[in-house]
């Protein structure tokens, strides 16, 4: 009887040691896609972002088609293979992946990668890098310098070719405001919308749907 407690004491104590290192995954990095990571030899997708799919397509602003995905993937493990990472484990997915905030060099992964345009903010699941990726928008970095579809609806479309409007963000419709201070919003698809300039320091902003803009006091464009 002793013997069969011990080792029931044992059993215990070695799957909530194993449910620990899976909740905080720490170690060398082994990239598999732009937010999907190996851990200390635990898969871990990055908290609060989406990056394009590995097989997907972009296009630039002069019609060329090229593997976006395949881009940001070579980025990533450029930037982080091999580096150690110390992560803070959130939840899990449905695929058995930790979904976890990590760190390297004690610099957000998620912030880094928002922040160049190699991944977008995932509003369906976190606020955390909205004003991030914002910034990253205005000033056309990485992949909002170019048509890309969002990763969430090519996965849902299973694999379509890219969309002719940006659609990199949920929130993608610019409020600007004119010379002469008359608020305006441009929608995806308008005349003046990939020319038109976000600068929050002056008061313009990005809005969800045009009912949210409309409801701030900006009106829409008429063409």
Not at 139 to 152: F, K, T, Y
Request: aromatic share 8%.
């Amino acid at each position: 009887m002793f013997k069969i407690i011990f080792f029931l004491l044992f059993a215990i104590v070695l799957l909530a040691a194993s449910f620990a290192m899976a909740g905080t995954p720490n170690g060398l990095i082994r990239v598999i896609d732009g937010d999907t990571l190996d851990v200390g030899g635990v898969r871990v997708r990055l908290h609060g972002i989406d990056a394009p799919e590995a097989n997907q397509r972009c296009e630039t602003e002069q019609g060329v088609t090229w593997d976006c995905g395949a881009w940001v993937s070579r980025e990533v493990r450029a930037r982080y293979q091999g580096k150690s990472a110390a992560c803070e484990a959130l939840d899990s997915d449905r695929y058995g992946r930790v979904v976890a905030r990590c760190k390297v060099g004690g610099q957000d992964m998620g912030a880094a990668l928002v922040g160049d345009g190699l991944a977008f903010a995932y509003r369906r699941y976190a606020m955390d890098y909205d004003l991030i990726e914002k910034q990253a928008a205005v000033a056309e970095r990485g992949l909002w310098a170019m048509r890309v579809q969002d990763p969430a609806a090519f996965r849902r479309d299973g694999g379509a070719a890219p969309r002719a409007a940006r659609a990199a963000s949920d929130c993608n419709i610019k409020g600007n405001i004119s010379a002469k201070g008359e608020r305006i919003y441009h929608s995806p698809g308008q005349d003046h919308y990939d020319r038109t300039r976000i600068n929050t320091a002056q008061g313009e902003r990005w809005f969800c749907s045009p009912a949210e803009a409309q409801a701030a006091g900006w009106r829409a464009a008429r063409r």
